[in-house]
Each structure stands twice: as structure tokens, then as C-alpha cells.
């Protein structure tokens, strides 16, 4: 159920887009940014200086609750970041610009998890659609509650599902540069696996993502990808194995295509 907005407990949530020549698909982010129930958010969208109509999309769709940073950066993570530092709600999540959100519920089922100030943070399941169609739903991530040792197990949770209290950022950092392609799953494992936060798992979809992003465009990436998760495990203290890390990814990754034609709810 959504968190009343008149609520004065409840929290306010700063939702960031970052985007660079994302032409094709801002349109539906941004509509299913502005059609959520709850309204106690602010949208802050921080370009990479975008040489097509992305822009010109952005300001065709104004909001009261939308800030727009735009100019050069250094990739996807930086970007990210920037966005951190302009964000003034509670609560800090991420929407990519290819993405949309599941229903006009979503950030209300995020604000009333974390309404019980016993949390520090939240995630939830998300869907893998159709570069062209999102309602062609390709791969179903169905995450769970947080265990230590999951990670050295090829897990992490959705990333574009995962919100935080601005207060876990100011403690325990941003998105470390040095990895670029797995700067999300190192952040979130350094925030589960290290600093212990706690979190609430809901069980059921908050996002639908379009396949073909930095990670999952091609073989190569998901491979760099992944060889970074396992530096990332070593810098952060964690102990692997290597080789069950790698065949808890592809029991994890087949079982996502499995449950695709399984009941979501």
C-alpha cells in the first residue's frame, strides 16, 4: 500500500535519472516518474551533456519536483554520484533512463517500507523486458532477504530496486570510480556485506528494465563485469570462492529465465 502523503512521517524520497542521448526512451521514464500515486519525491535528472533530443524530451515534460543538471562527465557512476550530492530527501534511489517503473504504486510501496525508521534501506524484484516492448517480459529477477556470504555467492539485489537513507551515503560513501562496470554492486555490498545496514525485502516487482545496458549489451561486459564483482568481493575483505562464484552466477541467471512465465505475486 502506498504511504500517505499527508503522512508527516512520511518520507521524502529524491529519485535520480541519469541519462546521456537516451532519445528513444526518456519519454516513458519521465511518464512513469510523473503518473506515481505517491508525491512526496523530487526528480533530480543529470545529463552528460546529451547531443540528441534528449533534452528538448526532458523540457517538453516539465514538473515542479524536476531538477536538471546537465554537461560532460565521466560515465554512468560519476554521473550517479553528482546526483547524490544535489539529492535533499530521506531517501535516495535510482530510475535509469531506459527503465520504467512496474506500476504507479512503486515508490509508494518504497516509502511505506521505509516509513519504520528500523530500516536503512530497501529492494525489491524487477523484470528484464524488450529493448523495443516492455510489456515482453525476457528475464525475471526475483531477489530475497539479505543473508551475509551472498555475495561471494554470485548474489546482489536489483540495483534500479534499491533505496537508501541519504545518512548510509554520508557514512559509508558513494560509488567508488575505480570499477566501471560494477560500481553499483560493489556500493551495495560494501553497504550490506561490510557496514551490516539494514534492509527490508519486498517481495514483489518495483521496475521493468530493458535489456541491452552498459553490463548486458554483450558477453564481454558481463564477463568484465563480473571479474570486477570478484575484485571488489577481495577489496572489501570478503572471502570467494572463485569457481562457486561462477556457478552460482549461471544457476542464478538460468533460474531468472525460468521464472519469467511464473506468477509474480
Given at each position: 500500500m502506498a504511504a500517505d502523503t499527508a503522512n508527516p512521517s512520511a518520507p521524502r524520497i529524491s529519485?535520480?535519472?541519469?541519462?546521456?542521448?537516451?532519445?528513444?526512451?526518456?519519454?516513458?521514464?519521465?511518464?512513469?516518474?510523473?503518473?506515481q500515486t505517491y508525491r512526496n519525491f523530487e526528480h533530480i535528472i543529470v545529463d552528460g551533456g546529451s547531443q540528441d533530443?534528449?533534452?528538448?524530451?526532458?523540457?517538453?515534460?516539465?514538473?515542479?519536483?524536476?531538477?536538471?543538471l546537465s554537461g560532460p562527465d565521466g560515465g554512468i557512476y560519476e554521473a550517479m554520484n553528482k546526483g547524490i550530492g544535489l539529492a535533499t530527501g530521506d531517501i535516495i534511489g535510482f530510475l535509469n533512463a531506459d527503465d520504467v517503473f512496474e506500476s504507479s504504486d512503486s515508490l509508494g510501496t518504497v516509502a511505506a517500507?521505509?516509513?519504520?525508521?528500523?530500516?536503512?534501506?530497501c529492494y525489491g524484484d524487477?523484470?528484464?523486458?524488450?529493448?523495443?516492448?516492455?510489456d515482453r517480459e525476457i528475464r525475471y529477477?526475483?531477489?530475497?532477504?539479505?543473508k551475509s556470504g551472498l555475495f561471494a555467492r554470485g548474489w546482489c539485489p536489483p540495483h534500479p530496486t534499491f533505496y537508501v537513507r541519504r545518512n548510509i551515503y554520508d557514512r559509508f560513501g558513494r560509488f567508488d570510480l575505480?570499477?566501471?562496470?560494477?560500481?553499483?554492486?560493489e556500493l551495495m555490498m560494501r553497504f550490506l556485506e561490510v557496514a551490516r545496514i539494514r534492509t527490508t525485502y519486498i517481495p514483489r516487482?518495483?521496475?521493468r528494465m530493458r535489456l541491452g545496458g552498459a553490463t548486458n549489451k554483450n558477453v564481454q561486459n558481463i564477463s568484465r563485469q563480473n571479474k570486477e564483482v570478484l575484485r571488489?568481493?577481495?577489496?572489501?575483505?570478503?572471502?570467494?570462492?572463485?569457481?562457486?562464484?561462477w556457478a552460482f552466477k549461471i544457476v542464478n541467471r538460468l533460474g531468472q529465465f525460468l521464472m519469467r512465465n511464473r506468477s509474480r505475486h
Open positions: 529519485l535520480i535519472t541519469v541519462c546521456w542521448n537516451v532519445e528513444q526512451t526518456i519519454a516513458d521514464t519521465l511518464r512513469s516518474i510523473d503518473t533530443s534528449t533534452l528538448a524530451i526532458i523540457a517538453s515534460a516539465p514538473a515542479e519536483n524536476r531538477r536538471v517500507a521505509l516509513e519504520d525508521e528500523a530500516y536503512d534501506g524487477l523484470v528484464y523486458v524488450s529493448n523495443r516492448h516492455v529477477w526475483k531477489s530475497r532477504a539479505f575505480r570499477y566501471r562496470l560494477a560500481a553499483d554492486v516487482v518495483l521496475v571488489a568481493l577481495a577489496d572489501n575483505g570478503l572471502k570467494v570462492s572463485t569457481s562457486m562464484f
